[in-house]
């Protein structure tokens, strides 16, 4: 029951009060009066009518987790989104769209979040930070208020200054933190495929010649005057004669080539030579060999006539009856004339 509206009965507010400062609401600006913000509350700190003031940051609601400030308990630990936006192309005809591919990193001492684009080689579009780290504002008209922790999932989308953002996926420290929040996590979501991108992949044609320049000046002036040793022998006793050659392979680091030469000791009855292979570059693989005649084809030819004075004649033998040469041979050396079939391949 309300006391009657008496002498001595009415309820004065100011009872017991002992802050009566005045919030400041106007500030000097480059020597402009400008309005300091509308969240500040009014005489002796009380909300003024329809005010409602906002928690600075979301991890530490009042009267609950732990009195170490949140840039201490929180410093130095993020929150890392993979996320991918939709970008609409309008005056281009090979493409409509382009899907660009970005991370969100959510810093859990301020509330405040950075937008980050890898960078692509030659992508002609500008890459990197989209986002520079702040407090980012809900979407309107909820835009009074800030993003904070519990605003974030995976396989949902997060307008972020008009731009949508969908989130796919995060790592395991930020998948961890959720879940101990109690945040129910979405499955991870897969990216789209570029079209545009995946166009290009399919009519890329790759140079004929390598057109990155080998800076050879640079590696002469880095390692001029520097050579590698290697001490080495080459076992030729498998051969007639042959003995065991000791070797001094140099690497010259200046042009990448190569010198060998061959440790002969005093009488040892070899003789000396100034270099077993010169100063040179010397390729990898060894040049693929030439075929012989008859190595690849089973052709044979006949030479009818074994002597030059009597002429040379040579017969492609398609039907392979080369073993009538054999009787032809046989047959002439009956007779006393020696007549030479001779059979080679080609």
């Not at 009060?17 to 969240?39: D, I, T, W």
């Not at 990155?212 to 002036?221: A, M």
């Not at 004669?241 to 005093?266: K, M, Q, R, S």
Request: charged letters at 25%.
């Amino acid at each position: 029951m309300p006391l009657p509206f008496l002498r001595g009965n009415s309820q004065n507010e100011h009872l017991g009060k002992e802050r009566f400062h005045k919030s400041q609401h106007l500030v000097y600006a480059n020597g402009v009066p400008m309005l300091a913000g509308s969240e500040k509350p009014g005489i002796g700190g009380e909300l003024l009518a329809d005010q409602k003031i906002q928690p600075k940051y979301s991890v530490y609601p009042k009267g609950e987790g732990s009195d170490v400030p949140s840039w201490v308990a929180f410093d130095k630990q993020v929150l890392c989104f993979e996320a991918y936006f939709q970008e609409a192309v309008p005056e281009s005809k090979d493409e409509i769209f382009r899907i660009r591919k970005c991370k969100i990193y959510f810093y859990l001492e301020d509330d405040t979040i950075q937008v980050v684009e890898p960078k692509s080689k030659n992508s002609g579009i500008p890459q990197g930070t989209l986002v520079h780290r702040q407090r980012v504002p809900l979407p309107p008209p909820d835009d009074n208020q800030f993003y904070n922790v519990y605003h974030f999932n995976i396989n949902q989308q997060m307008v972020l200054y008009n731009r949508t953002f969908t989130i796919t996926d995060c790592d395991p420290f930020t998948r961890n933190f959720l879940t101990k929040l109690g945040v129910c996590l979405n499955a991870p979501a897969s990216i789209p495929d570029d079209p545009y991108s995946k166009l290009r992949e399919e009519k890329s044609i790759q140079p004929l010649r390598p057109y990155e320049r080998l800076d050879t000046l640079k590696q002469f002036l880095d390692h001029d005057g520097k050579i590698l040793r290697f001490y080495c022998f080459w076992d030729d006793t498998v051969n007639m004669f042959g003995v065991l050659h000791e070797l001094i392979l140099h690497y010259f680091l200046a042009d990448d080539t190569i010198e060998i030469n061959e440790v002969i000791y005093p009488n040892s009855g070899q003789d000396a030579v100034p270099k077993f292979l010169r100063r040179s570059r010397l390729p990898k693989h060894a040049p693929t060999p030439k075929r012989q005649p008859g190595e690849i084809t089973d052709r044979t030819v006949l030479n009818l006539f074994g002597s030059r004075g009597q002429g040379e004649r040579y017969i492609v033998d398609s039907l392979k009856v080369w073993q009538i040469a054999t009787l032809l041979n046989y047959f002439h050396s009956i007779q006393g004339k020696k007549v030479h079939a001779c059979l080679t391949y080609v």
